[in-house]
C-alpha cells in the first residue's frame, strides 16, 4: 500500500485517484493534519497524521501494511517565509522522520524537490540536474536538505530514496501558498470576473506543468527499476511561460480576459531567484519521462473544469 502525507494538498487528491484508479480502493492511505471538508468528496482512506510524530508515522505505516511512503507534507515558498521556524519543522524533522521510517521498514520513499531548490546563482535557462543549489528561501534550503539527506540515506543505508524537483504545478485546486499561485488564481479570475490581478511582473518567466503530467511523472517515476536510474533526484518539466504569455493563451478562448499587475516585492524575488526553465533530458533518457500537455491544450482544460465546478457550486449541471 501506498501512504500519502500532506494528501489534502495540490498534489496528494490527484495522485491518490491515480492510484486507486490503478490498484484498488484499497491501495492508497491518505493522511493530513486536518479535517475533510464535506466538498472533498475525493477524498477515502483518511486518516490524520503528523509527520512530526515518528511513532504515529512508523504505527501507520505498521497497521496499514504500507510499502511505499509518498511525502507531500511541506510548507511552500511565499507561507514559509511568513514563518520560518515552522517551515524548518515541517519541512526539515518532517524529512528526518519519513526517513527514519522507511529505513526501518525498508520503503520506497518520495519525497518531491522543487525549481525552488535552485537559486540565483544558478544559470536560469535550461538549468540541469547537477549544478550550484544556493536557494534564497527557507522552502529551498529546506528542500536541498530533503535532496541531501535523502540520497546520504540511499548511499549509506540502501533506501529506496527517489525525489523530481518539480516546477510550478497548476491543477484546478485552491493554491498552497507558492510563488506559482498565480498560475491557477489567474484561471479561477479569468472566469469569475474576467481580470486577474498579477503580483508578478509580465516578462517574469517560470517552468510549469499541468497536475496531470505532473501526477504522471510520479507513478511512472516510482515504477522504475531503482538500478536503472542513474540518479535519484531529477528535474521533470512541462513548459514555462510569463504572465503575458499564459494571459495571452487564456483570450484564444476568453478574447475579453485582462490582465493587471500589482508587483508583490517577496514573490517577485523568489521568483528572479529560480530558473526561467529546466533540462529534464536525464528524466527523459533514464525511465522515459515525457510531459503530454502544452500551454494552450492545460488552458483549455483548466477554463473547462473550473467551468464545470462553478457551476455545481451554483447548482446547475455542469
Ligand atoms: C511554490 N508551487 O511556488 C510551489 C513550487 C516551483 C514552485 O514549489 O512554492
Redesign the pocket.
Known amino acids: 500500500r501506498v501512504l500519502i502525507t500532506g494528501s489534502l494538498g495540490?498534489l496528494g487528491r490527484g495522485l491518490a485517484t491515480m492510484l486507486r484508479f490503478m490498484y484498488g480502493e484499497d491501495s492508497v492511505l491518505m493522511t493530513d493534519i486536518r479535517k475533510v471538508r464535506a466538498d472533498e468528496t475525493d477524498v477515502c482512506n483518511y486518516h490524520f497524521l503528523d509527520i512530526l510524530n515518528e511513532g504515529a508515522i512508523d504505527e501507520a505505516v505498521v497497521n496499514g501494511r504500507v510499502t511505499t511512503l509518498i511525502h507531500f507534507s511541506a510548507l511552500?515558498?511565499?507561507v514559509g517565509e511568513q514563518n520560518v521556524p515552522l517551515a524548518l519543522k515541517v519541512n526539515c524533522q518532517g524529512v528526518q522522520n519519513i526517513l527514519e521510517v522507511a529505513k526501518r521498514h525498508s520503503l520506497k520513499v518520495f519525497i518531491p524537490s522543487?525549481?525552488?531548490a535552485f537559486g540565483p546563482e544558478t544559470p536560469r535557462v535550461d538549468t540541469p540536474d547537477i549544478t550550484v543549489q544556493r536557494p534564497k528561501t527557507i522552502?529551498g534550503v529546506s528542500k536541498v536538505y530533503a535532496e541531501l539527506l535523502g540520497e546520504y540515506y540511499h548511499h549509506r543505508f540502501g533506501v529506496d530514496f527517489r525525489s523530481l524537483r518539480?516546477?510550478?504545478?497548476i491543477s484546478a485546486t485552491k493554491p498552497?501558498?507558492?510563488?506559482?499561485?498565480y498560475a491557477i488564481k489567474i484561471f479561477y479570475d479569468a472566469l469569475k470576473d474576467g481580470h486577474h490581478v498579477c503580483y508578478l511582473r509580465p516578462d517574469t518567466r517560470l517552468p510549469m506543468m499541468y497536475d496531470t503530467d505532473c501526477t504522471a511523472s510520479v507513478l511512472f517515476f516510482l515504477a522504475a527499476q531503482s538500478s536503472s536510474l542513474s540518479m535519484r533526484t531529477y528535474n521533470v518539466t512541462g513548459f514555462s511561460f510569463t504572465p503575458e504569455e499564459i494571459a495571452a493563451s487564456i483570450r484564444k478562448f476568453m478574447p475579453d480576459f485582462r490582465i493587471t499587475y500589482e508587483i508583490c516585492p517577496m514573490r517577485q524575488r523568489i521568483a528572479d531567484s529560480?530558473p526561467q526553465s529546466l533540462d529534464d533530458s536525464i528524466a527523459r533518457a533514464d525511465w522515459a519521462w515525457k510531459n503530454d500537455y502544452g500551454l494552450d491544450q492545460t488552458t483549455e482544460i483548466m477554463i473547462a473544469l473550473i467551468k464545470r465546478e462553478m457551476a455545481r457550486e451554483k447548482g446547475e449541471s455542469p
Do not use: N
Not at 518539480?166 to 504545478?169: E, K, L, N, S, T
Not at 498552497?176 to 499561485?181: A, H, S
Open positions: 495540490q511552500l515558498s511565499a522543487t525549481i525552488g522552502y518539480f516546477p510550478g504545478i498552497g501558498g507558492g510563488t506559482t499561485d529560480w
